[in-house]
């Protein structure tokens, strides 16, 4: 029998959710620990005590820090489909696109304005329904531009990249409405758009994603802190 599996996170974290999402979508059964982020957890220090975040995953007695980290154990330890692609090239690429997402939504400056341009172009597209070896993701090549035909965003299935990428689903719509900043114009963005959306209402991910009153009030206290974070974003 596998050794149980624990999450520790909170509700309104998008890291903790990427965990969540990969056990979700590999069937794996688990605890939810809710952190007080406040005051921190001894179980936190403990077992993340470089960092002191959430999500940390507990398979059995070992604790696993930093979400992309998690979810590729996930991906490495369950049976289930899998969420990196199986070639090793294709590999490589959807690390690229969940590390560049990383890096946008950690609000990270990347190169200007043109990393917007990158973020529409090439991560709004994706090999989705053609892929069914864990590429369904909002991925294409690193050096930009989707390939010919390819569908928007949301395959057949869901993989890493559509994982690292999920800030974009529920937090995203969160802020801009609490905030009043549009961060990804729907005209500008049309494809991110559309793979917000549908991520928002991905059944088999519902019973992962946050309460959004919850969320709501949360971002609602720290309205002015996300609102500057939004603005600054907008001006890189
Ligand atoms: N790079 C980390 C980021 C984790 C992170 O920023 N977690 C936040 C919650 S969303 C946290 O624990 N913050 C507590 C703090 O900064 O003290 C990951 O991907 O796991």
């Known amino acids: 029998m596998s050794p149980p599996v624990k999450v520790l996170g909170h509700f309104a974290s998008p890291f903790a959710h990427r965990v969540e999402v990969a056990l979700q979508l590999k069937g794996v059964p688990y605890e939810l620990i809710q952190e007080d982020l406040s005051n921190k957890s001894e179980l936190l220090l403990a077992n993340n005590p470089v960092h002191k975040k959430v999500p940390v995953l507990f398979h059995g007695d070992r604790a696993i820090c930093e979400s992309l980290v998690i979810v590729e154990y996930i991906d490495e330890v369950f049976d289930g489909p899998s969420l990196l692609p199986s070639d090793p090239y294709d ?59 390819e569908e928007v965003v949301w395959g057949d299935t869901i993989g890493y990249v559509d994982v690292a990428a999920s800030v974009l689903g529920p937090w995203l719509s ?12 729907e005209e500008e963005y049309p494809a991110l758009r559309r793979w917000s959306k549908e991520y928002n209402s991905y ?17 609602t206290e720290r309205k002015e802190k996300y609102k500057m974070i939004a603005k600054a ?4």
């Open 91 to 149: 590999r490589a690429i959807a690390r690229f696109w969940s590390d560049f997402v990383d890096k946008v939504f950690s609000f990270q400056k990347l190169e200007g304005p043109a990393h917007r341009a990158v973020l529409d172009g090439t991560l709004g597209r994706g090999r989705g329904a053609e892929d069914s070896s864990g590429g369904g993701q909002a991925e294409a090549s690193a050096s930009g531009g989707a390939a010919q035909g």
């Open 174 to 185: 969160m802020v801009e409405e609490v905030t009043g900043v549009v961060v990804l114009d």
């Open 203 to 219: 059944e088999a991910l519902k019973q992962c994603v946050p309460d959004r009153g919850q969320l709501a009030a949360f971002y």
């Open 233 to 236: 974003w907008l001006k890189q």
